[in-house]
C-alpha cells in the first residue's frame, strides 16, 4: 500500500511538471517601436532568470505598450514601467520578485530592474545611459542589453528629469502624465521578436 502511494505521488509530479507551462526562453529579443523610433534588445536569462522571466510575461501580456519613459536622467538613464492603466499596475505592484545574484556590469545600454530594496522588483526597468558600474554592488541586475537603437534611446526626451511623482503614475496612469508632462515620450507597442 505505501509503495502505491508513492508511485501515486510520483505520476502526480511528472504530470504538475508537464503542465506548469512552456519553459522561458534562455534567450530572446523584444523590439520597441517608440515614439523617438524603434530600438532592441537582446535578454539572457542566464544572467538574471527570474527578471528575464518576469520581463518575458510583462511584455507578452502588452504591459508595456503605451507606457511612459517617465524618469530621464541625462548620462544615467531611461526609466519605464508603469503602466498606462492603474488598474494593470496595481495588479503587479503586489507581485514583487527575488532579487537575481549580478552576473553583468551595468553598462551602457544594459536594461536592470528599478528597486527600492530587497525583493522588490516588479514591472519599472532603467536603460543605463553610461557605463553605472557602481550599481553592481548594490544588487542591481542587468538582464538583457540594447543591441541596436541606442541613438533612439539617447534622445528620449529628458527635460523633466524626475519630476513625474511616481505615486501619481501608479494611481492615475497616462491621465496624469498627459497632463502634466505632454513631452513624455513613450512605448506605442513592445513585441517578442519571432
Not at 20 to 42: A, L, N, Q, R
Amino acid at each position: 500500500m505505501k509503495r502505491t502511494k508513492v508511485i501515486v505521488f510520483l505520476i502526480f509530479l511528472v504530470f504538475q511538471a508537464g503542465c506548469s507551462g512552456p519553459s522561458m526562453p534562455t534567450e530572446y529579443k523584444v523590439k520597441f517601436d517608440t515614439s523617438k523610433g524603434p530600438f532592441m534588445v537582446e535578454v539572457h536569462r542566464e544572467w538574471a532568470p527570474l527578471g528575464s522571466d518576469r520581463f518575458y510575461e510583462l511584455v507578452t501580456t502588452g504591459f508595456y505598450d503605451d507606457a511612459r519613459f517617465f524618469r530621464v536622467v541625462p548620462k544615467f538613464v531611461v526609466q519605464f514601467g508603469i503602466s498606462r492603466d492603474p488598474k494593470a499596475s496595481a495588479h503587479w505592484r503586489e507581485m514583487n520578485i527575488p532579487d537575481d545574484a549580478v552576473h553583468e556590469k551595468n553598462l551602457r545600454g544594459y536594461l536592470t530592474y528599478a528597486m527600492g530594496g530587497r525583493d522588490s522588483r516588479t514591472t519599472q526597468v532603467f536603460i543605463n545611459l553610461a557605463d553605472n558600474v557602481n550599481l553592481d554592488a548594490q544588487g542591481f541586475a542587468p538582464f538583457g542589453r540594447v543591441i541596436e537603437g541606442m541613438n533612439v534611446v539617447d534622445s528620449i526626451y529628458s527635460g523633466y528629469g524626475e519630476a513625474p511623482d511616481q505615486n501619481l503614475i501608479q494611481s492615475q496612469g497616462n491621465e496624469y502624465l498627459k497632463s502634466q508632462f505632454p513631452q513624455l515620450d513613450y512605448i506605442k507597442t513592445a513585441k517578442i521578436e519571432k
